[in-house]
């Protein structure tokens, strides 16, 4: 079984900054990409950010420029560093990834969510 953890997170005050880390682990699986989503209260579940195998990155238009994500391959780690934080990135972070383990084949799993509280 493929788990992620995610660690990180907290109360920080507007304009501040915070990281979060999320952690696959488990056996006999390759990750085709991680990403994290937010959920805020009462509001649907979003994309923030996706790191794939080459590197390559997309972040959500509200996130750009503030927020970074990066990837540790060797540890089956990603990360999300969020900068410029405002009231309304508060949220419960979720890491997410989707891994190639056979003989199922892809599968996404998720981990089980962070909280960021913003002050004003």
């Known amino acids: 079984q493929v788990q992620l953890v995610e660690s990180g997170g907290g109360l920080v005050q507007a304009g501040g900054s915070v990281g979060l880390s999320c952690a696959a682990s488990g056996s006999g699986f390759s990750i085709n990409y991680m990403a994290w989503y937010r959920q805020a209260p009462g509001k649907q579940r979003e994309l923030v950010a996706t790191?794939?195998?080459?590197?390559?990155?997309k972040y959500a238009d509200s996130v750009k420029g503030r927020f970074t994500i990066s990837r540790d391959n060797a540890n089956n780690s990603v990360y999300l560093r969020m900068n410029s934080l405002k009231p309304e990135d508060t949220a419960v972070y979720y890491c997410?990834?989707?891994?190639?383990?056979?003989?199922?084949?892809?599968?996404?799993?998720w981990g089980q969510g962070t909280l960021v509280t913003v002050s004003s």
């Open positions: 997410n990834a989707e891994i190639y383990r056979y003989p199922r084949g892809d599968l996404e799993v």
């Open positions: 790191i794939y195998n080459g590197g390559s990155t």
